[in-house]
């Protein structure tokens, strides 16, 4: 082949500018020209290795591919058809309207954020939320940070620094997300002393352990799993004690965030909620304000007022911060509950919806489905189970009611990979072969959204 043949095909591919205005306004114009350089120097690559030039049209298809990738790339919502509610990957939990009118508020003026308004003077960032914590729980007091990791930092580092935290073996968790105990413990400059096995531990074990040099012993919920079999821990309640009597700290990490009363039922049968562990005598408590609370990312640390005050001066707590946007949704996320509505809240919403009702949904939207695509493909309602997440009630499921999909002629990683490239993502799962969109996670309000997307997802 000669350099002259290639030289002339590579003179006839498109410009930039053709292949930008092919695209149309789609994007900003640094998107549009980087995605059309790419295609073009792609399609360099293929005429250098010999093809024949590709067509405009090929390569304005293949900007296209690089900019709906590039969008993928941007952080937006995705409709969550997995069943699991609390969804650290899909952002944990979505907030309601409350939640988002308080930020809006917060956001768009200026706040007493540290400011007295009784006085006139410099107020504190913690207060307004640490009073609706302490109505709610009856803890003696209250500080907020970043997440659950922060506030299990803060703690160690604020009162076991170069001092030994018991902790039984069978509680040295990794939480999704990189949080493991061991890690955070070390960064936090304490020492840690494992007691017990991987599946019994006693108090003996935890009494032996304890010398001068403890500061206290830590209680972890091992949040995203359960040991059966022959098993043994100790009770909250006798750790405290023990702790008590023997003149250390007992923290208790409980994870998940439950207050009592959110809604009954199968959720949350076996989560300790923060009120028992304050109840079972914890000086501290610690949780996350986005797993079963419902409410924004935070970090959320209550007990002992005098404890509490060390935390509140240590240089950490500035780094570990909570923003104001977050305490604003946390303060309506509160609210609710205060007003012994959570049904206010989306998460409890979602958990809460009897399954009549998903059902119901479920058979609509198979409907919806049929009648745009025809009954080639499959879409039928069907009784699913859908999970907390989030690292909440790894053994407990709820019952729930879904569509699974079947295509004659593509396969299920095929339509899961359409959904999830569609104008709006949409996240589902695959169980025998067949495609499944739980409706437990899905908003009422996206029903008709989501049978759209499918329909679309279906005929491509
Ligand atoms: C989820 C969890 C954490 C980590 O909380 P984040 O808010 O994600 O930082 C820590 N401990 C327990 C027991 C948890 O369940």
Redesign the pocket.
Known sequence: MGSDDLNARLRSLPSVDRIVTELGGAASPAVLVDVARRAIDHARHLVRDGAPAPTSAAIVTDARALLDAHRRRLLGPVINATGVLIH?NLGRVPLGEEQIDAIRAIATSYSNLEYELDSGTRGDRYSHARSLLTTLTGAESALVVN??????LLVLAGLCRDKEVIVSRGEL?E?G?E?RLPDVMSASGARMVEVGTTNRTHLADYEKAITQNTAAILK?????YSVVGFTASVAARELARLALGRGVCFIH????GLIEPSGRGPLIEGEPSVNVALEDGADLV??????LLGGP???LILGRARLVERLAKHPLLRALRVDKLTLAALEATLQAYLDGDTYRLPLWRMALTPPEELERRARDLAERITLAVGDTVKAEAQATRAVAG???LPTTDLSSWGVSLTHPERSTASIERALRHGVVPVVCRIEDDRVVLDLRTVLPSQDENLANLVVVALQE
């Open positions: 650290t997440n659950n990791a922060a506030a299990v968790i939480i997300g949080f972890v919920h091992p949040s995203n990490d409980v994870g998940s610690t949780f996350s304000g986005d797993k990312q935070a970090g989030g690292g909440s």
